[in-house]
């Protein structure tokens, strides 16, 4: 009887500590290789105590480009383009400017639903186990959750109340 008991601790336990993971914005693929393009697919599970979302703002880390937002229905979109700290070469191309933050801002996601918002980007040329992250705030009818801490040395995201979503890089398959 004891080991079902251990069984069914293991399990409670396990639900609840990812339970709390989904609690949070995410990123859906959280490891892809550095220097590949990647789609960022942001999971919103929630609201904000109760309230429903009505914008999300992500804010784009150094060293990832080429950044194209997808546009989604009911929500207004908009990004701000600035000046990278370095020219990149992509596609033939020298960029110098790219978006630097995504906003779908006017919609009307209630506490009870789930979505997600997309975009694509090129990931920085960094070493394996590199984190980027994707800082978000996430606006509601009442209040406001910021996704935006990024963790310490020696810290991880559940270190964190509002952890920014966070993408692992793996070794570029080239």
């Known amino acids: 009887m004891r080991p079902i008991v251990c069984i069914f601790a293991v399990i409670i336990f396990t639900t609840v500590a990812s339970g709390d993971a989904l609690a949070h914005v995410t990123l859906a693929i959280q490891e892809a290789p550095a220097g590949s393009n ?13 309230s429903a979302t009505t914008a999300i703002r992500v804010q784009i880390p150094k ?14 979109l908009r990004t701000k383009v600035g000046d990278y ?7 033939g191309q020298t960029l110098t400017r790219g978006v630097k933050e ?7 996601l209630p ?3 789930y979505d997600e ?15 980027v992250y994707f800082p978000v705030v996430q606006e509601c009818v009442k209040g406001v959750q910021r996704w935006i801490a990024i963790p310490a040395p020696g810290k991880s995201a559940q270190d964190y109340d509002e952890p920014a979503p966070g993408l692992k890089l793996s070794e570029h398959p080239d």
């Open 63 to 76: 060293g990832v480009i080429a950044v194209k937002p997808m546009p989604k229905p009911g929500w207004e």
């Open 85 to 91: 700290e370095k020219s990149y070469e992509y596609y």
């Open 117 to 131: 918002f997309v975009f694509r980007g090129r990931l920085p040329d960094a070493p394996a186990g590199t984190e």
């Open 111 to 113: 506490d009870a639903w």
């Open 102 to 108: 995504i906003a779908w801002t006017g919609g009307n």
């Open 38 to 50: 990647y789609r960022a697919v942001l999971r919103v599970p929630h609201g904000c105590n109760g």
